[in-house]
């Protein structure tokens, strides 16, 4: 029903139309019109559906899939889950366990062994029990598990013949447990290798690769150096190296201090797109891309929900993994958890292209307001996401027609606090 209010004199009648217009209408029809856009009908987010057994997962043309389909790798970490069950803490376990299915996470990224958050080792008294409890758990409550072999390695296990027979040990485990997507080591280059990119642990790939069934698993994150295509090289150089072994490679973003921008680190997101490695190949996983916490810490933590969001949404338009990260033994806030779900929506097949706004074929050819827009496409449908310090609008490509599908607003007068993300949807 619409909306009219009437000027004193009685000439004149604002009206709020049902089409999204506001008009002015005096005696001889309308005087002024918003020429809003039309309203579109969106779709849904997708319904939650009963947890049913998970299927192994696979790589193919670039995007992360199962039985079931294609789907966005939505992860968070939780290291310590392992630890808690060994330690006779199940049921905190469990809570946070049921707490990531409940906020719509599909992944859990926990550690098999650490030295600095806690203690945790593999000739500790009901060590393996722990390790495959918390796979079969989290599996029966819709959650696969990124498991972390080597973590603060180092301390830890710093014999080279050690490593190989824990390797060993992990692959003939892993290869009857379809829900684990294995990772080698955390960090390489600070837990016992020179980079992920280590001879010693290429070798460990390739003994773990020998004794796995074929799934995916990745190596470890290789340092990021990138800001653009040329000073990326070194970071291309890994990556290639890596996606000859594994198809699944991991990422840790470089955290980049916010200056003049709403959140650096989530426009460095797109920047593993330039460099072009494993390209309808290979699956990418952004693992700690920023840490999540009560208080913010420049190029180290962000406390935000809306820069969370805008992240998770703008890995789900490039068509790439994002693993919700915070460090619960250091800080167990996680603002915006609640509202990365919202990513659901955005299609996970590998038909949907990515092409960031204003350049050529893509569905946004400007914006205004928004620091950076994302898009992706079909040529059928397309979404886009919008983000800064305050809202925008974007300017729809010739045949398409979109609007708003939801917006999130933080008004706060504080620079450190304020923003604004928008999620369009448009169709052709």
Avoid at 35 to 49: A, E, F, G, H, L
Avoid at 92 to 114: D, F, Q, S, T, Y
Wanted: charged share 20%; aromatic share 8%.
């Amino acid at each position: 029903m619409s909306d009219t209010l009437t000027s004193a004199n009685g000439r004149y009648k604002l009206v709020m139309q049902d089409d999204g217009n506001l008009v002015i209408y005096g005696a001889n029809g309308p005087v002024w019109a918003s020429n809003s856009p039309t309203p579109q009908p969106q779709p849904p987010i997708p319904p939650v559906k009963p947890v049913t057994a998970l299927t192994p997962l696979r790589v193919e043309s670039g995007r992360l899939r199962n039985d079931e389909g294609f789907l966005h790798w939505r992860g968070i970490s939780e290291f310590s889950l392992v630890h808690l069950r060994r330690t006779a803490k199940a049921a905190e376990a469990e809570a946070r366990m049921a707490r990531a299915a409940g906020a719509r996470r599909n992944g859990i990224r926990v550690l098999a062994m650490a030295a600095n958050l806690f203690d945790l080792r593999p000739g500790y008294p009901g060590y393996w029990e722990a390790v495959d409890w918390v796979i079969a758990k989290a599996g029966a409550l819709g959650l696969y598990t990124e498991l972390v072999l080597f973590a603060d390695a180092q301390t830890v296990m710093p014999s080279p013949a050690d490593r190989s027979s824990f390797t060993q040990q992990m692959a003939t485990l892993l290869r009857g447990r379809p829900t684990a997507l294995p990772q080698l080591a955390n960090e390489p280059f600070q837990n016992g290798w020179s980079s992920a990119t280590d001879p010693q642990l290429l070798e460990l790939a390739g003994l773990f690769s020998s004794n796995y069934d074929g799934r995916p698993f990745s190596i470890g994150d290789p340092n990021d150096t990138v800001e653009n295509p040329d000073t990326g090289a070194p970071l291309k150089t890994d990556l290639d190296a890596l996606a000859k072994r594994s198809p699944v490679l991991v990422l840790h973003g470089e955290r980049k201090p916010r200056d003049d921008r709403w959140a650096g680190w989530v426009d460095h997101l797109k920047g593993f797109d330039e460099i072009g490695v494993g390209h309808g190949t290979h699956y990418l996983i952004h693992d700690e891309p920023m840490g999540a916490a009560s208080a913010y810490q420049n190029g180290r933590r962000d406390n935000r929900p809306l820069a969370h969001l805008a992240a998770q949404l703008v890995c789900a338009i490039l068509g790439i993994g994002f693993t919700y990260h915070y460090i619960a033994e250091q800080d167990p806030a996680t603002p915006g958890l609640d509202l990365c779900d919202v990513a659901r929506v955005i299609p996970a097949s590998p038909d949907y292209v990515f092409r960031n706004a204003g350049t050529a074929g893509a569905c946004v050819t400007r914006f205004s307001g928004h620091d950076k827009v994302r898009t992706c496409d079909n040529g059928r449908e397309a979404w886009a996401v919008g983000y800064g310090f305050t809202g925008g609008t974007v300017e729809w490509a010739a045949g398409w027609t979109g609007g708003i599908f939801s917006n999130w607003q933080h008004p706060s007068g504080d620079r450190e606090s304020c923003g604004e993300v928008t999620l369009y949807r448009a169709t052709k």
